[in-house]
């Protein structure tokens, strides 16, 4: 069969809505555009109804109870309001606030934000494999931390946090844990009471669900967490986050949410076989090949490879017929390496050549094979180019190698 182009390869910045959601999604669309907040008649009762059936499918998706889930815009509006919905509610216990250097901008910024206001923030570093340290994570809790705020997996390279252990540590001291669950909700089993989480932040277009929707899980007993609102209003959504509820976004959610339940065993296992396959061809007829982050706790779904000696940009431009990206779709309008790579230690080098392939629903077999061909061939093509590449393989080690200054 002949293979569409361009192919994507770049689930993890979004994904595709699925048919069966927008399907889900078309009558509050049309004719039942009531307002969910209208209880007077039965337009609004439609819309409310809907919200709630939704309410119910991501909370089954979480093993969290439906009145626990607040919607918002999106994940980075659910980041926002978990972090500083929490450092104002919890203000007088404290002003301590401990995440991860590799957290996604939508933390990293709400937390620079956070320190401008007076609050102390612990970015804890990860190892060469992407992971945070416990004992690390143990020691940097005093008595005025408030929230530890870690993702559940990483963006760029997949990597799956120790989040039953982090929820463990922080039960036991006392301290909220809050989970961007962004990339791992519908991919993994996520579950809130196992995990101890006390917030979890989950977005509709990274499920094959529409854009501009999101949900945070708010924990409603032991303990029981409150948060201070972003946005005030007609104290929609608990008081928490007001404003008209985006129903037929909302009923794309949950529909998302329920097909993620009922498929996601069988879809990790065939994604992961592919990635797999992408990975052993690419390792085999390449050298100098490296995979940032560690394979062993990883989405199934994600490839993120450094190719030595081949320029990052001139790569893409070579694979221009299929859609992948260096770094993340949310910084990559800057030439800067990754700042994810360069926490794991990467040298510039390798966090320049780097690329994240990221599988998903839509994608064949037919197109894995495509995709690892191309990639060879550029990459063959663009290493015959290189000098550094050929004084490589007759030996020299380039290390030592001392550059004359112009």
Same mark, same amino acid.
């Given at each position: !069969?002949?293979?569409?182009?361009?192919?994507?390869?770049?689930?993890?910045? $979004?994904?595709?809505?699925?048919?069966?959601?927008?399907?889900?999604?078309?009558?509050?669309?049309?004719?039942?555009?009531?307002?969910?907040?209208?209880?007077?008649?039965?337009?609004?009762?439609?819309?409310?109804?809907?919200?709630? $059936?939704?309410?119910?499918?991501?909370?089954?998706?979480?093993? +969290?109870?439906?009145? &626990?889930?607040?919607?918002?815009?999106?994940?980075?509006?659910?980041?926002?309001?978990?972090?500083?919905?929490?450092?104002?509610?919890?203000?007088?216990?404290?002003?301590?606030?401990?995440? +991860?250097?590799?957290?996604?901008?939508?933390?990293?910024?709400?937390?620079?934000?956070?320190?401008?206001?007076?609050? =102390?923030?612990?970015?804890?570093? #990860?190892?060469?494999?992407?992971?945070?340290?416990?004992?690390?994570?143990?020691?940097?809790?005093?008595?005025?931390?408030?929230?530890?705020?870690?993702?559940?997996?990483?963006? &760029?390279?997949?990597?799956?946090?120790?989040?039953?252990?982090?929820?463990?540590?922080?039960?036991?001291?006392?301290?909220?844990?809050?989970?961007?669950?962004?990339?791992?909700?519908?991919?993994?089993?996520?579950?809130?009471?196992?995990?101890?989480?006390?917030?979890?932040?989950?977005?509709?277009?990274?499920?094959?669900?529409?854009? *501009?929707?999101?949900?945070?899980?708010?924990?409603? =007993?032991?303990?029981?967490?409150?948060?201070?609102?972003? !946005?005030?209003?007609? *104290?929609?959504?608990?008081?928490?986050?007001?404003?008209?509820?985006?129903?037929?976004?909302?009923?794309?959610?949950?529909?998302?949410?329920?097909?993620?339940?009922? &498929?996601?065993?069988?879809?990790? +296992?065939?994604?992961?076989?592919?990635?797999?396959?992408?990975?052993?061809?690419?390792?085999?007829?390449?050298?100098?090949?490296?995979?940032?982050? $560690?394979?062993?706790?990883?989405?199934?779904?994600?490839?993120?490879?450094?190719?030595?000696?081949?320029?990052?940009?001139?790569?893409?431009?070579?694979?221009?017929?299929?859609?992948?990206?260096?770094?993340? +779709?949310?910084?990559?309008?800057?030439?800067?390496?990754?700042?994810?790579?360069?926490?794991?230690?990467?040298?510039?080098?390798?966090?320049?050549?780097?690329?994240?392939?990221?599988?998903?629903?839509?994608?064949?077999?037919? &197109?894995?094979?495509?995709?690892?061909?191309?990639?060879?061939?550029?990459?063959?093509?663009?290493?015959?180019?290189?000098?550094?590449?050929?004084?490589?393989?007759?030996?020299?080690?380039?290390?030592? #190698?001392?550059?004359?200054?112009?």
């Amino acid at each position: !069969m002949a293979i569409k182009l361009p192919i994507y390869m770049d689930y993890h910045a $979004t994904t595709p809505l699925d048919p069966r959601v927008l399907d889900a999604m078309m009558p509050y669309l049309t004719t039942k555009f009531g307002n969910a907040a209208s209880r007077n008649h039965s337009f609004g009762w439609e819309a409310e109804e809907a919200v709630e $059936t939704a309410r119910k499918q991501i909370a089954d998706l979480i093993g +969290a109870n439906a009145k &626990e889930i607040i919607f918002t815009s999106g994940a980075t509006e659910s980041n926002n309001l978990a972090l500083k919905g929490v450092a104002e509610m919890y203000a007088e216990r404290g002003n301590h606030i401990i995440t +991860a250097a590799t957290e996604h901008k939508a933390i990293l910024d709400t937390c620079k934000r956070l320190e401008k206001h007076g609050c =102390r923030v612990t970015y804890l570093p #990860v190892t060469a494999s992407g992971l945070i340290d416990l004992d690390m994570l143990r020691e940097s809790i005093t008595d005025k931390t408030i929230l530890v705020s870690i993702m559940y997996a990483n963006n &760029e390279i997949g990597v799956i946090q120790p989040v039953a252990e982090i929820g463990k540590i922080c039960k036991q001291k006392g301290v909220l844990f809050h989970c961007d669950g962004v990339q791992a909700v519908g991919k993994v089993p996520v579950n809130v009471i196992q995990d101890n989480i006390d917030l979890l932040s989950l977005s509709g277009h990274k499920i094959y669900g529409p854009k *501009g929707v999101g949900a945070l899980y708010v924990r409603r =007993r032991n303990p029981r967490v409150q948060v201070t609102a972003l !946005m005030d209003g007609g *104290g929609h959504e608990r008081g928490m986050r007001s404003g008209t509820l985006n129903v037929p976004g909302i009923a794309g959610l949950g529909e998302a949410c329920a097909l993620c339940r009922k &498929e996601m065993a069988e879809e990790s +296992a065939r994604l992961g076989a592919l990635r797999d396959k992408l990975k052993d061809r690419l390792a085999a007829s390449l050298d100098e090949v490296y995979i940032n982050g $560690t394979m062993e706790s990883r989405l199934p779904n994600n490839l993120n490879i450094s190719f030595a000696f081949v320029e990052g940009e001139s790569l893409l431009m070579g694979i221009n017929d299929i859609a992948v990206s260096s770094g993340s +779709a949310c910084t990559s309008a800057t030439l800067e390496p990754s700042y994810v790579l360069k926490a794991l230690g990467a040298g510039d080098d390798i966090a320049h050549s780097s690329i994240r392939f990221g599988l998903g629903r839509f994608t064949t077999e037919e &197109e894995v094979d495509y995709v690892a061909d191309k990639v060879i061939d550029v990459v063959r093509k663009l290493r015959e180019l290189s000098p550094l590449y050929e004084m490589f393989k007759e030996g020299v080690d380039l290390s030592k #190698v001392q550059w004359a200054a112009h």
